[in-house]
């Protein structure tokens, strides 16, 4: 009998097998919160909080869907098309319009399983190997950015990123802006990817520079791809008044899984109509439809103006009030004289933290907290493509090992408790240097 463990993987199969840090991360928090149990401080997952509000609505609609023979049998025994509902698709395109005056219908609209896999389609439908051109790398204009897209790639190493101005902001605040001046789209690159609001930031580019990377985009007629997970219309978790924007220059996505559906499994892509139809080709070959619940769960309430009125009344207060508490906790229990900085929070579920010249490497740090019970995230993940293909990145900037990315979705007494221990850990650690 032949040894499978020698079965030879092709490139495709090595890059997506070997491993990844959001991989090894979600592995890691997986073990701690089995053997953790209820003394487990869980800071550092993107998990969404349970709104009781928004979760009666969701209630309601499933109880709604299983009355109905006819809705539960389309929703659990019939395929979709590989675009998504029509139905559905529709009333995006119906929303965004009637909200932003966006020229685009049920052709401008793709639906996929999460919004993870629509980056999978798109990055590697822009990026690689083009035959006789060169080889083209998709274009962050400042990190640090999503882990998810770090090891998104079929084919090796596709992104650049460019360093960011940090702007400090008071005694400990700062924050994250784009270096125009050091952006550059060379022949190599390919679409220019942003998200809207920055996970692990909470950072929201404003108006002017999404206004500036559009025109670089039109220049270099490369797309300008915006990832709406936690932004506009929905689940709308952006505190300043932003203008959100598109046209087909510009590839959106939206994700139900901020909203409190992350189990549905449910993102949609705004686009033009061929990049639609190409996600419709690639839904049909990798999966053959989407799922069907998320989508029926949310359509009557795209309709109606139900999301609007949740995103407006209970998802971003809440939030909002979240980000507000944790800051609290944050400078109660830091020591002033300490150099610790907070990135200006602007939106999402998180904190992002500084310590500058920390003696310790973020990911000590994160070890030192795990075994006192307390999840986060170290920062070092979240800073790929600054060096060349095959580098550790992240090395290539001391900044990159001096941050952590803390949630503040969990409850009031988990970030208060979460964050003593982070400043006792951080104290005992420049103390000891």
């Known amino acids: 009998m032949a040894n499978s463990k020698n079965w030879p993987l092709s490139t495709f199969g090595r890059q997506l097998a070997q491993g990844s840090g959001i991989g090894d991360l979600m592995d890691d928090l997986g073990h701690a919160l089995a053997q953790g149990g209820d003394n487990l401080l869980m800071l550092g997952g993107g998990q969404p909080a349970y709104l009781p509000e928004v979760d009666l609505v969701w209630r309601q609609r499933c109880e709604q869907i299983v009355r109905q023979a006819s ?7 019939n395929y979709e098309p590989p675009l998504g509902s029509t139905v559905f698709r529709e009333s995006i ?14 052709e401008n609209v793709a639906i996929t399983a999460g919004g993870q896999t629509a980056f999978f389609y798109l990055f590697n439908a822009f990026n690689g190997d083009f035959g006789v051109q060169p080889s083209k790398r998709v274009l962050f204009p400042l990190v640090p950015e999503y882990i998810g897209y770090a090891n998104q790639s079929v084919t090796g190493d596709m992104f650049c990123s460019v360093r960011p101005h940090l702007d400090l902001i008071g005694d400990h605040e700062f924050k994250y802006r784009v270096d125009f001046d050091a952006l550059s789209l060379a022949s190599t690159a390919a679409p220019i990817c942003v998200p809207r609001t920055t996970n692990p930031t909470g950072n929201v580019l404003t108006d002017e520079e999404i206004d500036r990377l559009h025109e670089l985009a039109t220049q270099a007629d490369v797309p300008l791809m915006v990832d709406q997970a936690y932004g506009a219309p929905f689940p709308d978790v952006i505190f300043p008044e932003i203008k ?6 510009m590839i959106l996505t939206l994700s139900l899984s901020k909203l409190g559906l992350p189990g549905t499994r449910t993102a949609a892509v705004i686009a033009c109509p061929k990049i639609i139809q190409a996600i419709g080709s690639m839904n049909s070959i990798v999966g053959l439809a989407n799922s069907n619940l ?22 971003r207060p809440f939030y909002q009030k979240k980000s507000q508490f944790a800051q609290a906790c944050l400078h109660h229990c830091f020591d002033s004289s300490l150099p610790y900085r907070v990135h200006v929070s602007e939106g999402a579920f998180f904190l992002w933290l ?25 920062g070092h993940h979240f800073f790929f493509g600054l060096g060349s293909a095959g580098e550790d990145q992240s090395s290539q900037w001391q900044h990159a090992g001096e941050c952590l990315r803390v949630s503040f979705a969990m409850p009031d007494e988990t970030i208060q408790a979460g964050m003593e221990i982070i400043a006792s850990e951080v104290k005992k650690a420049y103390a000891q240097a």
Do not use: N
């Open 294 to 315: 998320g989508q029926a769960i949310v359509q009557p309430l795209l309709d109606s103006g139900e999301i609007c009125r949740l995103t407006r009344d209970h998802i």
């Open 244 to 249: 959100p924007r598109w046209d087909e220059q």
């Open 354 to 378: 500084w310590f500058k010249d920390l003696p310790i490497h973020s990911q000590e740090l994160y070890e030192r907290l795990k075994r006192r019970g307390v999840l986060v995230v170290p």
């Open 93 to 106: 395109a119906r929303l965004l319009r009637s909200r932003y005056g966006w020229d685009l219908t049920l």
């Open 71 to 77: 809705d539960l049998r389309a929703v659990v025994g």
